[in-house]
């Protein structure tokens, strides 16, 4: 949609049950200014049958082979013509029907991205609130769960992700963003707007996802100090995940 306040981008591949929730939480938007780019990483018939048999009409919907969630990701992206650009993903919702217009309410120019908390929803249905702290505190970078970011796609420039991280692209973007600009501006609004299904890369390779964060501080972080800070905290959070792992096996 031209002149679209949003543009939700939706990737997915097999998962009709997952989508089918997705497009029924955003077509229960009461906010109409927005565009919805679906990219199905070439889904097997049956799934495509069913993605056909909706009544629901998305403003793109790509079809075909992708090299990872990432790259379906930056092919939404090349696509997306809204002011603002959002990633839901196959399987997660927006919680009501206002979620969209409360982030809407928040929209000013000079902000290069917006925030909110989600929920997280464990395989059993479980949902707990996962607060969303500052990207950066105290010299210390954070990540953001990516299904509560809101772009500003004007203000962040050269806005893609890098395919050279399989698992954490979203983090390397962040912190590219965070350290290209060192005024970079963002605001948190302090409201649980998204529900977002655990069990995608980052929980399966966690370890994996923290050696690539590893990776990320080096290339980004030419402060010394910032960079060995940052290093260090790393480095007790993968000790934390292997110990917990451990135990986890021994059991």
Known sequence: MKGAIFS??????????????TIKSI???????????????????EC???????SY?????????????????NKGLLLAKGKWVYFLNAGDTLCDEHSLN??????KEELDFIYCDVYRESDSSVKKIWIQRAPYEYGLVRNICHQAIFYNKKNCKNFSFNLNYAISADF???LSLLK?????HYKRIPKTLVNYKVGGLSQKFALEALLERRRSFQSLMTNLFERYWNLLNLQRQIIKLVVKQRVRWSE
């Open 8 to 21: 939700i981008i939706t990737v997915v591949k097999n998962d009709c049950v997952a989508l089918t929730e």
């Open 27 to 45: 077509s229960e938007q009461k906010c109409e200014s927005l565009e919805h780019i679906i990219v199905d990483g070439s889904s097997d018939d």
């Open 180 to 184: 290209a600009n060192r005024g970079c």
């Open 57 to 73: 009409q998305a403003e793109h919907y790509v079809h075909e082979e992708d090299s990872g969630v990432y790259d379906a990701m």
């Open 102 to 107: 409360e982030v809407m309410k928040e929209i």
């Open 172 to 174: 390397h973007l962040l």
């Open 48 to 54: 495509l049958k069913g993605i056909k048999a909706l």
